[in-house]
Structures are given as C-alpha cells and as structure tokens.
C-alpha cells in the first residue's frame, strides 16, 4: 500500500485524495461538495455523495449505480462535467479522526 496522504488537518478528506472545502448544494438523494485535491491543491472538483439514509432499498442502490453508469457514459462531451471516479466505496475522514464509510459518491470536474 502506498504512502497515505494527509490533508491540511483543517478539512475532512474524502478517500484520501480531496479535502472538502464546502457544501455546494443538496437535493433530496444526495449533496455534493466542492473538494480540493491534496496532491494538487490547485485542481477542484464536485463530490457528489449519496445520503446513507436513502441507499436502505435495492431499488436506491439500482438508482445510484444507474446515475453513475450515465454519468460514465456521457461524460466525454464537451459540454458535461467529466466524470474522475465514481463508487460505493467511499469514505469521509473527518479532523477529529472520524469517519463515515460504504458511501456512494461521484467525483467530478469542478465547473464554476
């Protein structure tokens, strides 16, 4: 395994890679969060994660797995934000060495 990462201590991380800056928006499924990367803090990116509470039925999960496969798809257009990573396996490391995990998420380009 390589060399963890860690973030300024100020954010918590998601999955090791970003810090999340801010909320950006929630919906009924979902927020999503403006991320920095840690190796580069100059790349932003939209974390879209799924509220646990609303991926408890098969069909959530089959909604969830439908949006990503979409998203993975379409992203090559110029006009779409392109899609980095997508899961069910994220995890959120909070500053007080908290953590959440088995999250759905979408990493995104950041698009102002």
């Known amino acids: 395994m390589g060399n963890v990462i860690k973030g300024s201590g100020d954010y918590p991380v998601f999955n090791g890679k970003y810090e999340i800056i801010s909320l950006l928006g929630s919906g009924k499924a979902a927020h999503v969060y403006l991320g920095r ?21 098969v ?19 110029e006009s779409i934000a392109k899609i980095l990573d997508f899961g069910e396996h994220g995890k959120i ?12 998420f979408i990493i995104m380009e950041y698009v102002p």
């Open 37 to 57: 990367s840690i190796k580069d803090p100059s790349v932003e990116v939209a974390i879209k994660i799924f509220k646990k509470n609303k991926m408890n039925s």
């Open 59 to 77: 069909a959530s999960i089959s909604r969830a797995r439908s949006e990503m496969k979409i998203h993975e798809m379409i992203s090559g257009h």
């Open 93 to 104: 490391s909070k500053p007080n060495r908290e953590s959440v995990e088995e999250l759905f």
